[in-house]
T-cell receptor, first 117, second 113 residues
């Protein structure tokens, strides 16, 4: 149980284009989903918290107009990187926290490798 | 906000030896401390977690200890095996963070056969 999927696993795009990444909880409902960014050999940096039916909460320093988050249902959150530039190239990974759990346990998706040319 | 420090950044041990990774946190309101294992190119996997009403938790070869007064927690792996080789991340959250987790910088553990 507690499986989280992410799509696509890899994406290459041209500078200036927008890219959408989907995060789905496959076998549970997620009250909250989280989006992280991970640079090579570095830690997971929390970008934003996504709650179903409400606006996302962004961490300090993360541009909300650049990283658009939509949490349309209890099993789906999307991250759109708008007007992507080479410096946005990174590994983006989501996590989901089960609705029925009183804990703060997060289950991670497999991540999306974004390369902006 | 929460700040998590993790040490060491790299750790090499011989198969069968023990490995210890230590973390400190800054927000005294944090009450949830998970540890994740991430193999190269894969997602982080939760291996053990502890809440602040518990001082120690053990699961087979893995144990975690928490000292809330000192605001530090540690991961202990006994009888290490080559398949334990990975990057391990500690995290702190819960309490005032509303479910958010803040991660340490990670420890690259290498277990030599």
């Amino acid at each position: 149980g507690a499986v989280v999927s992410q799509h696509p696993s890899r994406v290459i795009c041209k500078s200036g284009t927008s890219v959408k990444i989907e995060c789905r909880s496959l076998d549970f409902q997620a009250t909250t989903m989280f989006w992280y960014r991970q640079f090579p050999k570095q830690s997971l940096m929390l970008m934003a918290t996504s709650n179903e039916g409400s606006k996302a909460t962004y961490e300090q320093g993360v541009e909300k107009d650049k990283f658009l988050i939509n949490h349309a249902s209890l099993t789906l959150s999307t991250l759109t990187v708008t007007s992507a530039h080479p410096e946005d190239s990174s590994f983006y990974i989501c996590s989901a926290s089960p609705r029925t759990s009183y804990t703060d346990t997060q289950y991670f998706g497999p991540g999306t490798r974004l390369t902006v040319l | 906000g929460e700040n998590v420090e993790q040490h060491p950044s790299t750790l090499s041990v011989q198969e069968g030896d023990s490995a210890v990774i230590k973390c400190t946190y800054s927000d005294s309101a944090s009450n949830y401390f998970p540890w994740y294992k991430q193999e190269l190119g894969k997602r982080p996997q939760l291996i053990i977690d502890i809440r602040s009403n518990v001082g120690e938790k053990k699961d087979q070869r893995i144990a975690v200890t928490l000292n809330k007064t000192a605001k530090h927690f540690s991961l202990h792996i006994t009888e290490t095996q080559p398949e334990d080789s990975a990057v391990y991340f500690c995290a702190a959250g819960g309490g005032s963070t509303l479910g958010r987790l803040y991660f340490g910088r990670g420890t690259q553990l290498t277990v030599w056969p």
